[in-house]
């Protein structure tokens, strides 16, 4: 159990880092998501598009 | 179900790296944008696949990536909303081209309303995004209505391929829904006044 989640470890990093380093891109390099839905900006990434 | 899997993934990631409340904020955005995504892909590849229209959907899939992302336009509260409307967007490209056949200079026509659609209106940000600059909604602009030139240009040279048809059509209904858009935000800011 204890090696089956240190092998998670490494590439739970490497996405979460991903995602979190994509947010303000997502919201600057676009207008909108590609379908008809999105959910409410957070405060501080709104800051960031200003 | 959605909920069910971005709070198990919101958990995972969340014991798993050592996160501040900045970064759980964004990451909690991001898994929600992720997910949702994800899941409404997936659900319009079975059903377009169930229907023999696969390579069609993914053509005007990445075609409405490109001119979405820089358009923008309506938004759909709700998951099971959302998916019924880009379904019923998907479909409309796909099948409408079949019963309205189109010559020359109806294309034409319809570049001409897609352009000045996109110069007048686009682009339309997400009210849940906040505010951009003109400088950026300029840009914007100018990405979408070179976006259409494109995809009206490559249908000059295969103006037979049905691909590059439903290709356009995606385009005409992005125009259009733009145009409703407008339409609602003006409608919305007459109440206020009133």
């Not at chain 2, 906040?130 to 400088?135: F, L």
Request: contains cysteine; glycine residues 4%; proline residues 4%.
């Amino acid at each position: 159990m204890k090696t089956l989640k240190k092998l998670f470890n490494k590439p739970s990093h490497w996405v979460c880092g991903a995602l979190i380093s994509s947010a303000p891109i997502l919201l600057l390099d676009g207008v909108c998501l590609i379908f008809w839905g999105e959910p409410e900006c957070p405060d501080c990434l709104k800051q960031e598009i200003k | 179900m959605n909920t069910l899997i971005i709070n198990k993934l919101y958990g995972f990631f969340t014991t798993t790296n050592e996160l501040d409340d900045l970064e759980k904020v964004k990451l909690q955005y991001m898994l929600t944008i992720v997910v949702n995504e994800i899941l409404k892909l997936v659900a319009m590849l079975i059903f377009f696949g169930s229907i023999d229209k696969l390579f069609n959907f993914l053509i005007c899939f990445i075609t409405l990536t490109l001119i979405r992302n820089f358009s923008g336009g309506l938004h759909i509260k709700s998951f099971f909303g959302c998916l019924f409307f880009t379904c019923s967007f998907f479909l409309a490209s796909i099948y409408i081209p079949a019963l309205i056949p189109i010559n020359y200079m109806g294309y034409i026509i319809l570049y001409i309303f897609s352009l000045t659609t996109m110069a007048l209106i686009a682009p339309k940000p997400s009210k849940q995004r906040g505010e951009y600059s003109s400088y950026q909604k300029q840009k914007f602009k100018l990405k979408s209505m070179i976006t259409a030139t494109f995809c009206f240009l490559i249908l000059l040279f295969k103006m037979n391929n049905p691909y590059l048809i439903n290709n356009i059509w995606v385009i005409v209904f992005q125009s259009i829904q733009l145009l409703l858009s407008e339409g609602r935000d003006r409608y919305e800011n007459i109440k206020k006044t009133i």
